[in-house]
């Protein structure tokens, strides 16, 4: 089956720095991979999401790249707040009757002030 | 607030009894999703129902079956529970539940097992 691997598991950052979290994955034929954020205690929420026909996706301050070569994803934040703080999960999936999704172990971003 | 509800917010009950979670889906959402979250495991799909049919199965056990009724609200059914059962129990809903579907997470049922 998939697995997902995430990297790093903690991220400490400076207000106003970058944050990039990575994210591998091993099936050829997963084929859309969603970003989500988990705030403390929270649910988590839908932050962005790509589709393997697409190499870069950007909404504001967030940005996500595939490289569906070298099978990795990668998160990025840039100008980070301490809103920005929780855990972020990536996942990768696949559809049809085969519909699966599996995440990885989290990203815990702490962004100091 | 996405919309999802689930009830009971935490439940607490001992190795070898059975429990029921509910899901109430998005108004409009045709496909629940369950997901377990814990520590060990991390999160992970479990199944997935379509206007009242599974569509997905995922990491789900045997012990462990879901139903989506008419009125599209959902039921996980734990049974035979285990210490390692414990677990943050999410339910969430999608529109037509494509692959790209954006999920709305419920609040989550924390189940302890003890």
């Known amino acids: 089956g998939e697995n997902v691997e995430q990297h790093p598991s903690t991220l400490s950052v400076q207000e106003g720095d970058s944050a990039v979290i990575k994210c591998t994955y091993s099936d050829s034929a997963s084929n859309y991979f969603p970003w989500y954020k988990q705030e403390l205690g929270k649910r988590p929420q839908l932050i962005i999401d790509?589709?393997?026909?697409?190499g870069e996706k950007k909404d504001q301050r967030i940005a996500v790249t595939l490289n569906k070569t070298a099978k990795h994803f990668s998160l990025h934040i840039t100008e980070t707040q301490p809103e920005d703080s929780a855990v972020y999960f990536c996942a990768a999936g696949s559809g049809g009757s085969n519909y699966k999704l599996t995440f990885g172990k989290g990203t815990l971003l702490t962004v100091n002030p | 607030d996405s919309g999802v509800t689930q009830t009971p917010k935490h439940l607490i009950t001992a190795t070898g009894q059975r429990v029921t979670l509910r899901c109430s889906p998005r108004s409009g959402d045709l496909s629940v999703y369950w997901y377990q979250q814990s520590l060990d495991q991390g999160l992970q799909f479990l199944i997935q129902?379509?206007?009242?049919?599974?569509?997905a199965k995922g990491n789900i056990l045997e012990r462990f079956s879901a139903q989506q009724f008419p009125d599209l609200h959902s039921e996980l059914n734990l049974s035979s529970l285990e210490l390692g059962d414990s677990a943050l129990y999410f339910c969430?809903?999608?529109?037509?539940?494509?692959?790209?579907?954006?999920?709305?997470f419920g609040p989550g049922t924390r189940l302890t097992v003890l």
């Open positions: 129902y379509y206007n009242g049919e599974e569509r």
């Open positions: 969430a809903s999608s529109v037509r539940g494509g692959l790209g579907d954006t999920q709305y």
């Open positions: 790509i589709r393997s026909n697409v």
